[in-house]
Structure formats: C-alpha cells, structure tokens
C-alpha cells in the first residue's frame, strides 16, 4: 500500500466516523425548519400529510395557493369546521406560507381505501360532469384553485360533496355556485360512487 | 364486587400473570448496569400516549439516539374509545395495539417498571439494576389518591376505576351485563384535575345508552365532586336529553365506601349501588412523586411550555397526564403532542441546534350514542415560551358525521404513536 493509498484509507476511515453516530443528525427531518410547524397535523393528516383514513383528507401534494385558501377559509368561518378552524388559527401564527409549501413538497401517497369496481365505474359516468373544471384525471385547475382530487380518501370525498350541496361550505361564493347547482342535481346515493372513482385515480 | 375475590380478580384480569412474568424476566432481578450504554441515550418511562410519541419521533428525528422505553405492559390498550367497551360497541381487543411498530424503528422496549429515578448520576433504576441516561423522558400517566376516599385503599381490588383501560374496563362492562334490571349503576366523579375531562360524561351516555336498550328499570345515578359537567358541558346535557336514567347529581364529593353495605357516602348523603364505578381522586404517575417531580401539592408536575424539561429537575422531560401549568386538559391527544415537542426538543439539544417552538394542539371526541359523538377543539400558540390557547371550538351538535371523523382520528393518531 503506498503511502497516496494509506492517507486516502485514513480519510476514509476518519470520514465514516464523522458520519457515524452523533453526526448521522445530520440528514434529520429537523433540517427541514418547517417539520417542527407541522407535527400537530400528523395526528390527524398521518406522516407528511399522506392521511390513511377515510374521513381525514391528504395534505400532501396539495396545491399552495389552494391549500392557503382552505386555511383562510378555516379561520374566518367561511369554510364552517369546529375541527379546523382553531387549528388553521395555528397555522397562521406558525407560518401560513412555510406550511403551504412544505405540504405541497410532499409526495402524494394515494388512499389505501379500495372501493368497489362497480362503484368506481358507476361514479366515472357520473364524473362526465365534473372534468370540465377537475379534468379528465381529477388534478385539477391550479390556476383556478381547484384542487386534485385524485386518490384522496372516499369518505372525506363524499362528505364534501355533501357540504357543497348544502352550501354550509363557503355559503354564498360566487365562485363556486355552478359546483353548488351541479351538486344539487345529483343525488346524495351517486356521491359515495363518485368519490369512490376520484379516489381511485392516480 | 359480589363473589369475586382478589385472587380471582387478579387472575381474571391477567395482572397476576403480568407479574409473574416480570419478575421472572431478566431486568428486575439484575443488578448494576442492565445495559451499558455506547452512545447517547434517551430513556422514556412509561409507554402510553405521550412516551410511546416521544420514543417514535426521537428515532424519527435522529436514529443515531439509542431509545430505551420502560414500559411494564406488553401490549398498548386505547383508554380514548375504551367506554364503548361498556356499551358492549367494542371489543377491548379492538383497542389493543402491538409495540411492533416501535421495535421496527429501533425503540428497545424493556417491560418493566422503572423503581427510581437518580438525577445526579443520570439514572433509572429498574429493581437492583439501572439504566444510564443522558436525557429523560417521563410520562408515566396518573395514578389514584386512594387515601381520599375513606374504606377504598382496603377495597381497591374490587371497586373498580376502569380509568387506565385494560382489565378494568372487561370486568367492569361484565359487571354492568350481570346486573340485574332494576339495578343502580353509581358513577363518581372526580374533582378536577383528572385524566380526560370529559371521559366521565362520555362514560354515563354509554352506560346509560346500554341501560336504556337492555334494562330499561335500571339507573345511573352520577355523584359529581365538581359544581357542573366539566368538559362539553350543553353538548352533554343535550345528549343526556335522550336517557330518562341518568340521575345527575353535582357537588357531591365521594368521601367514603363500604363495599358490605353497598354505599358510597358523600359529604351530604349515603347513596346504595348495585355496580358501582369509583374514579378516584389523581396525581401524576407514582414514579413522578418518588422522583420529586411534582409541586408542593404532591400531585402534579410543573415544566418548560417549550422543551417540557421538569422545572424541578434538569435532562428530565415530564410529558402527558403528569404535567400541571400549561391551559390544555389533560388529553391522549395533547400527551401525544407533548411527546412530540419533548423529542424534538430533545434531539435538538443533543445536536447543538435551537430548540423550535411547538405549540400543542388537542382534538377530542366523545361518543354520546352507539353512533354519534360530539368534539372539542382547542388550538395553542407560545407567548414569551408560555402555551397560550389561541381558540377552542366544539361541535354545534351531535351528529354521526362527527363519529366517522372520530374513527378515523382514532386510526390515524395511534398510527402516529405506534407504526
């Protein structure tokens, strides 16, 4: 072994101590000076915002813009939720704009719920009605604020379908009255059915 | 209890199992350093909701920490959803969850129950042996102030709490299955602060849900050591609307029990019973008290809005039921936040760094029919490293959309301290 080879095994050896325990830290979800900001919604909206329950929607891969939206919403009341209004009241003392984009860098993990075929395929047909603001593949119109849909949770799914019909979500804007009229037309059985297709999309 | 004795008790509910094997395990009977450590190492005391938090986000944050929790039982029961096993909703067996998911992250679970804490060499004792630490998490949940109650230190075996879910809860829903229709059932309460306010009044609209189906003679009589329902108070009086059997009776401390006649005796009154469920009186775990965490009330302990590091004590984190000071009850869900501020904290004071601020958060559900459940919310901010609630908001009304999100709330947070 030269001496050229003998240095560069030290080194390399001194190297992998550096990087060994006490300094593997290094790499830690703590580099990430939002993740402190964003453990409270874990409970709920699972491991960076990839909910794996029914009723709890995914966080992650949300739009920002939209995502700040919903908060908003939250604080003021508009979008009525006694869960979520304190919380978004959180959120903006934390950092409104850090949290937004840190939930958007997330990778979104579809929902485990696997609904039924016919129910997927029934809620498709329904869905012919809808792509023309949530597109052809449920992701949405950034640019409008319309959020992806696609692989998020049934039930949270449905249950929304359900707020918009009775206008208690965002009561009154104007933005949102030709979603409300669609709603109005088809009937709460189809809603299941059209949430299991929008969470069935990837 | 009729015709149960202790031995039968102990044997029913497996705790005499559970002791049998602990002493016959390797820990309790070793003595010195049960095992040396190589590098640094955070031991967390107790694995419910808020240790078992804390140990699975230390090795999230930074797995070069070795992460020692003590914790005597083997599996983890659920007491948020465990008065649905009284109401016969629920099998406990639904509210049972494996360490599994802890051992898989590299947590070394020692089940056994830490005897002592020794802060000037920085270790716990477990029996003749000890753990070294450089940081401790403790989180070792309430215990009983049986003293409080005259005739039930002599009688603890057999009148039940069923405030810690386990074996408690089966033998107390057998109970309640067993009694005949016509019988009393007699709740005691508390005074505040106890382990989740609202759990005694979730625990009457379950009972009296199941008395209300299947022994319609029979009654709840609740004797209330505080003023008024604590926690949800017109949402549980709306639900209550539903169940004729609820006899509320408020400021009615329980001073006394006499398990030969049948009685709970308050300051005013001598009430008879059929199955009677005795919540005594709290204090923070009895490891806390031994290790002088608590305040001069004996009871409670008092720590850093932002890090949890004991007042009293340096490198000692007290998170959950334990802690006193902060404005948030005493919840599953703010033990589980707790956990998660005490680790990250922790890490971030091994590794140099600012400590950032985390503000808890609790969101909790109560289930007032087999279907439907109420919530409160309450969400905090840290003013000048002080927890101040920034709003609490509760449900307009019971509903059964207010369940489903409390089913799934259930999964989600105990994938968060489990998986």
New interface residues.
């Given amino acids: 072994m030269t001496t050229t080879r003998l240095a560069a095994a030290l080194a390399a050896a001194v190297f992998a101590l550096a990087a060994g325990p006490g300094a593997a830290s290094a790499a830690g979800p703590l580099d990430d000076p939002a993740f402190p900001k964003v453990i409270t919604c874990a409970a709920c909206h699972g491991a960076n915002g990839n909910s794996r329950t029914d009723m709890m929607p995914i966080l992650a891969g949300l739009d920002p813009a939209y995502f700040k939206r919903q908060i908003e919403n939250y604080a003021t009341g508009k979008r009525p939720s006694p869960e979520m209004e304190p919380y978004a009241k959180q959120v903006q003392f934390l950092g409104l704009d850090e949290i937004a984009a840190y939930f958007a860098a997330q990778k979104r993990q579809p929902t485990p719920f696997r609904p039924a075929v016919e129910a997927v395929a029934k809620g498709k047909a329904t869905a012919a009605q809808c792509v023309i603001c949530h597109g052809p593949d449920g992701k949405g119109d950034a640019a409008r604020l319309i959020p992806s849909l696609a692989g998020q949770p049934p039930g949270y799914l449905a249950q929304q379908m359900l707020l918009f019909k009775q206008d208690t979500r965002d009561p009154g804007d104007p933005l949102l009255a030709a979603k409300k009229a669609l709603m109005r037309i088809i009937p709460d059985g189809q809603f299941p059915e059209l949430a299991a297709y929008y969470s069935s999309l990837r | 209890m009729s015709g149960l004795t202790r031995r039968d008790f102990l044997r029913a509910s497996g705790i005499g199992v559970g002791l049998g094997l602990g002493l016959a395990g390797c820990a309790a009977t070793t003595t010195g350093d049960i095992a040396p450590k190589s590098?640094?190492r955070v031991v967390v005391i107790g694995g419910g909701w808020g240790g078992s938090t804390a140990a699975r986000?230390l090795r999230?944050?930074?797995?070069?920490?070795e992460v020692m929790m003590l914790e005597p039982n083997r599996e983890f029961i659920s007491c948020p959803f465990s008065n649905l096993v009284l109401s016969g909703q629920r099998t406990i067996e639904s509210l049972t969850l494996s360490y599994e998911g802890l051992r898989n992250r590299g947590v070394k679970i020692i089940n056994e129950t830490a005897t002592a804490i020794e802060p000037d060499t920085k270790r716990v004792r477990i029996g003749q042996g000890y753990v070294a630490y450089d940081k401790l998490v403790v989180s070792p949940g309430i215990d009983f102030q049986w003293e409080q109650v005259e005739g039930l230190a002599a009688a603890k075996d057999t009148v039940l709490h069923a405030w810690k879910a386990g074996p408690q809860t089966v033998e107390l829903a057998r109970q309640i299955q067993s009694m005949p229709d016509g019988g009393v059932f007699v709740l005691t309460v508390p005074p505040v602060a106890y382990r989740c306010p609202p759990g005694p009044y979730e625990r009457i609209c379950q009972v009296a849900w199941y008395l209300k189906n299947n022994k319609p003679k029979s009654k709840v009589i609740v004797l209330d050591a505080n003023q008024n329902i604590v926690s949800k108070t017109a949402l549980f009086r709306a639900a209550w609307q539903a169940y004729p059997n609820i006899d509320y009776r408020a400021s009615q401390k329980v001073i006394g029990v006499d398990t030969s006649t049948r009685e709970v005796r308050t300051e005013f009154d001598r009430v008879k019973y059929d199955v009677l469920n005795l919540i005594p009186p709290q204090r923070a775990g009895a490891i806390a008290v031994q290790a002088d965490l608590v305040g001069a009330d004996k009871r409670w302990c008092e720590v850093s809005h932002v890090t949890y590091e004991s007042v009293k004590q340096k490198d000692i984190h007290v998170i959950g039921d334990s802690t006193i000071g902060l404005p948030v009850p005493k919840s599953g869900?703010v033990a589980?936040?707790m956990g998660?501020?005490a680790a990250?904290s922790i890490?971030?004071l091994l590794?140099g760094?600012p400590v950032?601020?985390?503000?808890?958060?609790n969101?909790c559900y109560s289930w007032v029919s087999d279907k439907e459940a109420i919530?409160v919310?309450?969400?905090?901010?840290i003013e000048n490293d002080k927890v101040v609630q920034?709003?609490?908001?509760?449900?307009?009304a019971q509903s059964v959309?207010v369940a489903?999100?409390a089913?799934?709330?259930r999964?989600?947070?105990w994938?968060?301290m489990l998986s």
């Fill in positions: 590098g640094r986000y999230m944050a930074d797995p070069s920490i869900n589980n936040n998660k501020a990250l890490v971030s590794n760094k950032p601020l985390m503000p808890p958060g969101t919530a919310v309450n969400a905090y901010k920034i709003e609490q908001k509760l449900t307009p959309s489903q999100r089913e799934s709330w999964q989600s947070i994938a968060d």
